[in-house]
Each structure stands twice: as C-alpha cells, then as structure tokens.
C-alpha cells in the first residue's frame, strides 16, 4: 500500500520525474565516474606494478624506476647480496638503453631492455620463445618493433649501440636472433621496445663502467614481509633507492594530486546537484499535496509513516537515477579514459577510470543515501503541518 | 446505568494566530453527548462548528478548557497516542472527500486498515464489504478522480468506517454535492445511526440538520442551543 | 643531458678562493634560507663529488606548467660550469636558433637537418606542440567533463523553470477568468522567467569568479607557482549565461505556453 502510494503519486507528474530522475542520473553518473578517477590510477599503476608479482624496485639513488639515464654501479656484488636474502624470492636487473639499427636504409631507434629472462617482471610472452639465462644471441621484441621493422621470429637483425650523434657511427654491433614477440608492462602506446640478456644490452649500451643496471625488481616470498625487506636493503644498500609498490604508488598519487582534487571537487558538485533536485522537486511536490497529508493524518496515519512516505519518494527517485546513473556513468567512464590515456609516455597498461563492484557500490550508495537525505527536510515539512490549519487552508 | 460520554467538553476555547491577529473560534464551548447519538452541529460561517468538529476528533488541542475523547483527556495524548485514536476509535467525512486520487476506492478504503496492521486478505475483504454497505461494489478499482462526487463521498463514508471507530465525525458532508446525491447520504447516515454508529455531523444543510436526533447551534464560538429533535 | 638535481645544499661561509656563480631560484632561496654571496654544495648524484659555487643572483622562473607540479628547484650555471659539474664535455642537450628576418624556421629546420647527424633541427612550433600535449589531453579531459556538468545543471534548470511556471496555475486561471488575454499572460510569465534567469546568471557568474579566485589562490600558494590555474573569460561568461539564460527562457516559455493554453477551469481544479 504504501510503495503504491508513493509510485503513484510520482507518476502524477511524469514530465517533473523524469526530468528529476535524468537529473539525478546525470550527478550519479558524474559521481561514478569521478569515484572510478580518484581510485582508479592507483589501482591501475598497483596492478600494473604487480602484474608479475614483484613487490620492490631498487633504482639509482634520488631517482624513481627509470626516471633518468642514471645507473646503479657495481650491480653483480649487489645481487649476490640480494640473493643470499632469504625473504628474497627472485631478483631480476633490468639495464635500458639506447639501440639502433637500420631498416631499409633507415635507422631506427629503439629503447633497449636487458633482462634475466629468469627473474623478470617487465614483459609477458604473446608468441615465439621467451629466453634462457644463457642465450646471449637471442632478442625480444615488441608489436610496435615487428611493425616498424617488419621482422619474424627465427629473423637475425644487427643492433648497433653507443651510436655516436655526430657521425651516426656504432660504438658496437651484435647481431641476434629473434625468438620471440612480447608485451612490455610499462611501455606506451605504440613503443618501440626490445629486449635481450642482460650483459648483452650492457655491452651494447653507453655505459662506461659496464657493471651497471638501471633498476632491479626483487620478488619478496610473503606479501608480508615487503616492507621489512625493503627497510633491510635501504639499510644495507644506501647508495640506491628502494622503493615498494606501495610507496611508488604514493609518489604517484602525489605527482597526479590534481586528479584527485578535481575528483572531490566534481563528486561534491555532482552530489550537491543531485541533493538540490531531490529536495526542490520533493518540498514543491510536499506543498502541493500539503492537504493530502493532512488528510493521512487525520484518518490516524502517524507522523513517522508521512516521513517515511516522503522519503520512500526520495529513495525511488534516487534508486531509479542511480541504476539509469551507473550505466550512463560506466559509458562516460570508457569515453573519458580514452581521452586521458592518451596522455603521451603514459604506460599502455594504465587506466585513470577502472570499474569494480565496490567502486559502483559506492557511488550509488552515496547518490542513494543523499538523496534520502536531501528528502528530510520536505518529510519533516509535510509530518509537522499542523493537520487543523492544513485542512482548512485547503478547504479555501 | 448512565453511559459514560463518548465526548466531554467543558469550557473548551480555542484561539489562532492569523498574521498578527488572535482569532478566537470557541469561547468556552461545554457539551456532551453519548455513544450511539446522532448530533448535529449547526450555525453560521465563522461559528466555530468545523474548529469544534476538528477538537472532537483530536486534530487539534484546545487552546483551554478540558476535553475528553471516550474517557481520554486527549490534551494528555501524545501525537502518536493522537494518531491512534484517530485511526482506531475516529472516523472522519469530509466535505471535499479527500480521497487518495492516486488510489482506487478499494485502496482508499484499505489504507487506514494497512495503517491499522491489518493482514492483506483480510482488509480486501473488509474493503469490498464497505464497497457494497455503500452500494460501490462495482467502482472499486475505479481510481477516486474517475468517480463522481456522490460515489467519492460514498468511498469517503466507507474509508471513515474501516476500522470500526466508535465516532463518526462529518464536516459539511453534502456541501459539495447536489440535492439528490446529498439526499443519498443522508439516507446512508439514517442508516448508519439505525446500525449504532455515534455519528456527529457539522453542517448548514436544514434537511441534514432535521435527521439529527439532536441539534448543537453555535453562534460566536458558543453554545446558542442544544435541542433534541421531536420525531 | 640529465636534469641537475641538487642533492646537497648547503650555507656557508665564502670560500677564500674566489667561487663559480650561479643564480638560484627564488623558490630554493627561501626554502633553504641562502641569499646573494651564500656559498653552495652541488652535485649531479649521491656518490658523486661536490662542487662548490658563489649565489650571485636569486631569480624568479617564467612560470611553466611542465614544471610546477614537480616540485624541483632550478639553479642556473654559465655552461662550462655545468658541463664541467656533470662531466659532459663540449655537449650540450640543446641549442637556440634565430632565423634572419624573412626566413621560415620550417625551411631553416629542413636545411640545418640535411647538413649533419648529430642533431635534430625542430621548429619552435613543433616544439610547442610536442611538449603541450600533455596540456592538450588535460583541456580535452576538461572540455568532456564541463559538458556533462553542463548536461546536469541544464536538468535542474528545466526542472526549476518547469515548476517556476506551474506553480503559477492559480494566477494563471484567475486572470484567464477575469478576461486578461493568453498573450499576455504568456508575456507576463516569460518576463518572469527571464528576470529570475538573469539573476541567477549573474550569481553564477559571481560564484564562478569566487570558485576561480579561490582555486587560484589555493594552488599558486601549494605549488609556489604565479601560474594561472582558473581562467573566467569572456567566452566563458558568454556561454554559461547564454547556456542558462537560453534555456530559462525556451523552457519557461515552453512551459507557460502550456499553462495558457490550458483551460481556466482545469487550471482552477488543479491549483486547487
């Protein structure tokens, strides 16, 4: 009876609700999405960091993974260390540099990765062979590189390294084997990426001391013990920057603090906007029907039941905006990543908007609690009129 | 053995502020009268009759004074012991009917028996066994804004005897309708009072007036005259 | 060449041997408490030796949007000094060309790239281009996310005028009966709209400039920067009470336009 009355009375006037609830669809949409952008990097670049498991990176000292052309020095003493840890799962160097090499009559530059194929976290295989530890002729390359350079798998092709810029003349030259297609986990859209042992791409690159790696993965057994074992390296190794998943996700919270702040901001607007339709239309509709509450009063409904009548309007309202909401706020989602993740050098693998069941939840959650909020003030109006005075108002 | 009234009033006022001004609607209103009477109050526009009506039925306090409702002082009732009264004890007619529109005359009728707890079979039946003591059986999925002011009126009579009040309480009850549709009422109301309903009944209709058992007329917010009809 | 980081800073007295100059920011001055004729320890890395050089001016940067979010210091070296800091020899990462009047700095660009290897000859343009592609994403982000804040408070408006106009139904019936003709009455009620649209622009331009200033203020003072964060212009202006404004009125009238044509009657019981 009760849900009949309020269905009903919300049809009386089926162009204010359905504009209301296109209202509120449009805000919970808006929420949804700006939930999804405050979480969703984080969980994104989380994801993305732990897609192989490996829970800490060292890098050269003062420097994030990457972020220069700086080094970590004597790299072999530093991994014998590190494998003697015995939290320690696995710990894979990683050295990037610089290669060439010519493609019908052009030279092609490509960001080189050294690897153990045996402990790495920066690539998954897609076709072919991965490499062995002791494969020193074989090359990884990307969907990027066999486009560009139309090379197979079983093709040989030469890289040439410590290119001098005057001359365009190779330092070195190796010539290796193709053995497989993979994906880089942090490269960008439509990056041209290689990869080979380790020593091979040291040899290759402009490093004059050739013990060098540019950062180093490290697999820690239990989850647990992450942030023991990275306080340990800190300790024992403070020439080089350790970092955990955790405190990488951190600075890169900080360095994309803007996004965060634009998302409260937005979901705050989006919020207020949805609370501001919910109350209008409801104290508008509560005074124009200000007799018939009377009337529910007067023929023995209590106060606590005319609230619970107006705010039951509030929650349908809501409830249907939000559901319409959540759709149209998971197509918004798919538009808006597209535009941000076009952002250049941003990795590939990272999205700024990540739907999840507790992220859409959330949002309609809120959008639902505030507008049953939002209908509190119109229920108290409409449960402390007082019933003589109505009436006869109404009579006039 | 003396019944005990239904309603005791005794030097009841009551006062409103209207903008800046203090309107005194009762001056010391005393009456009362027992179950199973049929009343009616009468007297000019600005009298007091719907103001008392509505003091009667506990939609209002008086200002002062003490009033009693079936042995309750009801300036001792909180709102939700108010409300209950009203559900249980009080029925209500108005003159505009005040049905529901969004609610057939079925659901109208049932909703002060959901309000009651009543269980849903069992108000459906009640319902259309009200639907038919007022001749409606045939209108009762019709919505109230599809039924003419005779047929609401008669929904509105049948919504008011739902939970079986022991007080029937009519404001103006054939003020909006035409002499042959009222006349129908009030043949309703005979028939209400010859089945033992307490009915109490404000009105300026003379032929209403005449079928009251008794007659209050207020002037100025008093008694004038409290009559009991010759038959 | 790699951005210098200052790794070690440090005040201290003036060196007996005379020292290197170097200019440093504002930003770094007042955060490190140093002034013109301070003594600085540089280095490139941690490991690294330090250099030692003299403060000879503290300079405000050109406000970047590249860079303000970063949180870096800048200091600024007369290049040999820095080459020598980083061990670059006689590199540098890149060079400043002005063409003679007349001459296209695409065509320069063409002809300085078929002269050598070694380096790559842009047009400033492209430059520009290239390095705000990151702000271009951002402004196509903002543009997206203001049409569906638009698309929001285009609803509550039609909301709002819809109810505006329909709350009038008893005015409307009164002066039907008492013979006020249906133009006018629509007239009447468009005006009404219109009035109560321009307010309400005129607030939302003003709580638009509060919103900016306050953004403004907030964020030049967390990232130290002069740079603008909030623009209100006038194309902006134009098109939020244009926008609402537009809309006021075609829905008041659109809903005014119904009340007239409604019959008086009808309008009475409904009010009623």
């Known amino acids: ?396 | 053995m003396t019944k005990s009234p239904v309603i005791l009033a005794r030097d009841v006022v009551k006062t409103y502020q209207v903008n800046a001004q203090t309107i005194t609607a009762l001056r010391g209103v005393s009456l009362s009268f027992a179950a199973g009477e049929y009343l009616a109050i009468t007297g000019p526009s600005g009298s007091g009759k719907s103001t008392l009506l509505q003091l009667l039925g506990g939609l209002d306090l008086p200002t002062s004074g003490h009033l009693e409702l079936m042995g309750t002082p009801i300036e001792r009732l909180s709102d939700a012991q108010l409300a209950d009264l009203r559900l249980r004890r009080v029925g209500f007619i108005f003159q505009r009917f005040h049905l529901m529109p969004v609610l057939s005359a079925r659901e109208n009728i049932e909703l002060p028996l959901a309000e009651a707890g009543v269980r849903p079979a069992e108000r459906t039946a009640r319902a259309l066994d009200l639907l038919a003591y007022v001749g409606l059986t045939a209108r009762a999925d019709h919505r109230a804004t599809q039924l003419s002011g005779g047929e609401m009126q008669r929904v509105a009579i049948a919504r008011a005897l739902a939970n079986r009040p022991a007080l029937i309480l009519a404001d103006e009850p054939t003020g909006e309708l035409d002499a042959r549709t009222g006349a129908q009422i009030l043949d309703l109301f005979d028939r209400l009072h010859a089945d033992g309903t307490t009915l109490v009944v404000v009105t300026h209709d003379e032929h209403l007036a005449e079928r009251a058992a008794r007659r209050v007329h207020l002037l100025d917010g008093l008694v004038d005259r409290d009559e009991i009809a010759r038959r | ?272």
């Open chain 1, 1 to 396: 009876m009760t849900w009949a009355l309020v269905i009903r009375s919300l049809f009386r006037h089926p162009v204010r609700t359905a504009l209301v609830v296109l209202g509120i669809a449009v805000a919970a949409a808006l929420l949804l999405d700006m939930v999804m952008l405050s979480g969703g990097m984080e969980r994104s670049f989380s994801r993305m960091l732990l897609s192989r498991g490996f829970q800490i990176r060292l890098s050269p000292r003062g420097t994030l993974p990457f972020d220069t052309e700086a080094t970590i020095p004597g790299i072999t003493p530093l991994l014998g260390r590190l494998h003697q840890d015995p939290d320690i799962a696995a710990a894979g160097p990683v050295v990037a540099a610089s290669l060439h090499a010519r493609v019908r009559d052009s030279l092609v530059t490509f960001v080189g990765y050294g690897i153990d194929p045996s402990s790495q976290g920066l690539y998954e295989v897609r076709s072919g062979d991965n490499l062995s530890s002791t494969d020193t002729t074989g090359l990884l390359i990307s969907t990027p590189v066999a486009e560009r350079t139309g090379w197979t798998i079983g093709d040989s092709v030469t890289l040439l390294g410590r290119l001098d810029p005057q001359s365009a003349r190779a330092g070195i030259e190796r010539t290796l084997v193709v053995r497989g297609v993979v994906r880089w986990l942090y490269d960008a859209r439509g990056q041209r990426s290689l990869g080979a042992n380790f020593r091979v791409v040291q040899r290759l690159g402009p490093f004059p001391d050739r013990d060098v790696a540019s950062m180093v993965m490290i697999k820690v057994k239990t989850d647990l013990a992450v942030d023991r074992v990275a306080a340990r390296i800190r300790s024992q190794h403070p020439g080089v920057e350790v970092n955990s998943v955790a405190t990488l996700v951190r600075q890169f919270r900080a360095r994309l603090v803007y996004f965060h702040q634009l998302s409260l901001i937005l979901a705050t607007i989006s919020l207020v906007v949805g609370v501001l339709l919910v109350g209008t239309i409801l104290t508008i509709a509560v005074n124009e029907r200000a007799g018939e509450f009377a009337v529910l009063r007067a023929i023995g409904l209590r106060r606590a039941r005319i609230v619970g009548l107006v705010m039951a309007e509030g929650a349908v309202l809501t409830a249907v905006g939000s559901v319409l909401g959540t759709g149209l706020g998971l197509v918004t989602a798919r538009f808006l990543d597209r535009i941000l993740t076009s952002f250049p050098g941003l990795p590939a693998a990272i999205s700024f908007f990540v739907p999840a069941p507790d992220t859409t939840a959330l949002a309609a959650i809120v959008i639902l609690v505030a507008g049953v909020s939002a209908a509190a003030y119109p229920a108290y109006l409409a449960a402390r009129a007082p019933i003589a005075q109505t009436l006869r108002a109404d009579a006039e």
């Open chain 3, 1 to 272: 060449m790699p951005a210098l980081i200052a790794a070690a800073l440090l005040a201290a007295a003036l060196q007996s041997s005379p020292l290197p100059g170097v200019a440093v920011e504002r930003r770094l001055a007042e955060r490190f408490h140093v002034a013109v004729g301070d003594s600085l320890a540089l280095t490139p890395r941690a490991e690294s030796p330090t250099r030692w050089y003299r403060i000879e001016a503290i300079y405000q940067p050109r406000p970047d949007p590249a860079t303000a979010l970063r949180g870096e210091y800048q200091v600024r070296f007369h290049l040999p000094e820095i080459a020598g800091l980083l061990s670059a020899g006689d590199r540098v990462d890149r060079v400043a060309v002005a063409t003679r009047t007349g001459i296209a700095a695409d065509s320069a660009a063409f002809r300085l790239n078929q002269l050598a290897f070694g380096y790559q000859a842009y047009p400033s343009a492209t430059i520009a281009s290239e390095s705000s592609q990151t702000f271009a994403v951002v402004s196509r982000f903002h543009r997206a996310i203001g049409l569906i804040a638009i698309m929001a408070s285009a609803i509550f408006l039609l909301c709002i005028m819809l109810l505006k106009v329909e709350e009038r139904r008893l005015d409307a019936a009164v002066m039907r009966m008492i013979g006020i003709g249906r133009l006018t009455i629509f007239k009447a009620f468009v005006l009404e709209v219109t009035f109560v649209a321009a307010i309400g622009s005129a607030l939302g331009v003003g709580l638009a400039w509060a919103a900016g200033t306050i953004t403004n203020l907030v964020y030049q003072r967390r990232f130290e920067t002069a740079l603008v964060f909030s623009y209100l212009t006038s194309d902006i202006i134009l098109l939020g009470v244009g926008l609402s404004l537009g809309l006021g009125i075609l829905v008041g009238a659109f809903a005014a336009a119904r009340l007239v044509r409604t019959r008086p009657l009808a309008l009475w019981r409904r009010a009623g």
